[in-house]
């Protein structure tokens, strides 16, 4: 068995609003990343993370970005057993008939350990968070992480 996710939400705007505030890094800065953000989702790129509840801000690595459709990012969490872990993370877009757009994200490769199972509960409670708050902050300008961790 392979540990692997797929979470996604519905968000009232338009597929380029949507996949604009994800890899804009002010504007993920607005609703996600509550340490901030650095460099846009660009392909080839490698941009910085920083989350008030995780130590520091991390390298996350775009492996592809095609506009408006997909982003895949690699990027690293510490496991006890066996070090540094990659994982990828697959963003996709599709509009609705409706003008809405449906983001997914879909993340996999950690090692089946009980660390690796942790990490991977921890990662889809993170990327659920990230749809909510980004549903809220897109649709209605609220940031509901602010203070969140502090």
Request: hydrophobic share 35%.
């Amino acid at each position: 068995m392979d540990l692997k996710f797929e979470v996604s939400a519905r968000i009232s705007r338009p597929v380029s609003e949507v996949f604009e505030a994800v890899v804009n890094p002010e504007k993920l800065s607005g609703y996600f990343t509550t340490g901030g953000a650095k460099g846009r989702l660009e392909t080839g790129a490698t941009v910085t993370w920083d989350f008030h509840d995780y130590p520091g801000a991390f390298p996350v690595h775009v492996v592809e970005v095609e506009k408006d459709k997909r982003i895949i990012l690699k990027w690293g969490e510490d496991n006890d057993r066996n070090g540094q872990v990659e994982t990828m993370v697959t963003m996709r877009f599709e509009p609705t008939d409706d003008n809405r757009t449906i983001v997914t994200i879909a993340e996999e490769g950690w090692p089946m350990t009980d660390q690796g199972l942790k990490n991977s509960y921890g990662n889809c409670m993170g990327w659920s968070q990230m749809l909510c708050a980004m549903k809220a902050w897109i649709e209605h300008g609220l940031n509901l992480r602010d203070g969140m961790y502090k």
